[in-house]
């Protein structure tokens, strides 16, 4: 069936960085682009970047531009995404999600529709 | 940006009750939003597009409306598995979570 397995918790001291890995099963990983999404402890979902897997194009949310790089590994199925100088403001569990976007002429349906477990990331000293 | 304001933002209700949550965007986005349910420790899930289409496998008492920058959730009778946090998100201009709106049985 069609699910992303994301990489286990991580711990790391503020002003290290952090990768989290995102492995796509049961539908073509290139097709479909991918979002990161994460949630602060008490917060909401806030959204990230998405990567294109097939051409690596990335667009990122200006928040974070600068600190987070989106990678993938098509042989491999999987994306990543690497968050640097962290602060305990990016403790959180993150997210990747599939993108379905479909158009038909200038009119886009864009959803998130399948979702990884989430890792969570505790930045603490 | 887009900003996007939800109320409430937690409600309480008894099961087989109606529930509605609203949503609204800073800007039109037209009919460029989702809708989300969050259970703790579990992914969140796509329950309505393009803001009134139903998710393939989502029961039917979910639905929404709207468009511009008002829209509408509803639960046409809650259950108790509908205990969630849902979330409205933008696709107009990148994405925009909503603050979110806690659901609860009474």
């Known amino acids: 069936q069609v699910q992303l397995v994301q990489s286990g918790a991580e711990v790391r001291k503020p002003g290290a960085s952090v990768k989290v890995s995102c492995k796509a099963s049961g539908y073509t990983f290139t097709g479909y682009y991918m979002h990161w999404v994460r949630q602060a402890p008490g917060q909401g979902l806030e959204w990230m970047a998405w990567?294109?897997?097939?051409?690596?194009?990335?667009n990122y949310a200006q928040k974070f531009r600068g600190r987070v790089t989106m990678t993938r590994d098509t042989s491999i199925s999987t994306a990543y995404m690497e968050l640097s100088s962290l602060t305990s403001d990016d403790t959180a569990v993150y997210y990747c999600a599939r993108r379905r976007l479909y158009c038909d002429t200038a009119i886009c349906s864009d959803a998130f529709d399948i979702w990884g477990h989430g890792t969570m990331v505790t930045v603490s000293s | 940006d887009i900003q996007m304001t939800q109320s409430p933002s937690s409600l309480s209700a008894s099961v087989g009750d109606t529930v509605t949550i609203t949503c609204q965007a800073s800007?039109?986005?037209?009919?460029?939003l989702n809708w989300y349910q969050h259970k703790p420790g579990e992914a969140p899930k796509l329950l309505i597009y393009?803001?009134?289409n139903l998710e393939t496998g989502v029961p039917s008492r979910f639905s929404g409306s709207g468009s511009g920058t008002d829209f509408t959730f509803t639960i046409s009778s809650l259950q108790p598995e509908d205990i969630a946090t849902y979330y409205c998100q933008q696709y107009d201009n990148l994405f925009t979570f909503g603050p979110g709106t806690k659901v609860d049985i009474k």
């Open positions: 990567i294109n897997p097939e051409s690596g194009g990335t």
């Open positions: 800007q039109d986005i037209t009919n460029s």
């Open positions: 393009d803001a009134s």
